[in-house]
């Protein structure tokens, strides 16, 4: 029931939130202590503001109320991802060259998983990462299990 709900409402955000100058980064659907939680963060080239938050918010409340795909009560949150915000795609990675990230491999590179460091040159198959080191390290998509910003 969970993915079908993330399903529609990730098919509906991602048609809504182009003509508004916002991406969608990630879509949260859980039961979370005795109620359930829809979350969205946001995002736009210039960031994004509470005005932007409030205004998709009473979008998809519209929709899920329309469509009717909630069966039990839940409370529907829509927030910027923050400062550590996750990279998902190429276009993040190239959007965000430059600033410090953290990345996790899905399995180990010469004997570490996670690396830390300013990211470079990206095409869609991968990213460059100067590590703390001083080293350029290239990463491909596939080899990433986690990746986000971090401070």
């Known amino acids: 029931m969970s993915d079908y709900v993330i399903e529609k409402v990730q098919e509906f955000v991602e048609a809504l939130l182009p003509s508004l100058g916002l991406e969608l980064v990630e879509i949260q659907y859980r039961q979370e202590g005795e109620g359930w939680v829809l979350r969205l963060f946001i995002d736009g080239s210039d960031g994004v503001g509470i005005d932007q938050c ?15 795909l909630v069966p039990h009560s839940f409370t529907l949150e829509v927030s910027s991802p923050g400062l550590e915000r996750p990279l998902r795609s190429a276009a993040d990675f190239e959007r965000f060259k430059g600033k ?21 040159e990206s095409d ?7 590590v ?8 491909l998509m596939d ?9």
């Open 100 to 120: 410090k990230a953290r990345v996790r491999l899905r399995h180990p590179l010469d004997g570490q998983k996670v690396f830390v460091g300013l990211i470079g």
């Open 132 to 139: 703390e080191d001083g080293e350029t390290t290239r990463f």
């Open 54 to 68: 409030t205004k998709v918010s009473r979008e998809v409340s519209f929709f899920l109320d329309v469509e009717d």
């Open 124 to 130: 869609e198959l991968g990213f460059d990462l100067l």
């Open 143 to 151: 080899q990433i299990r986690k990746a986000r910003l971090t401070l």
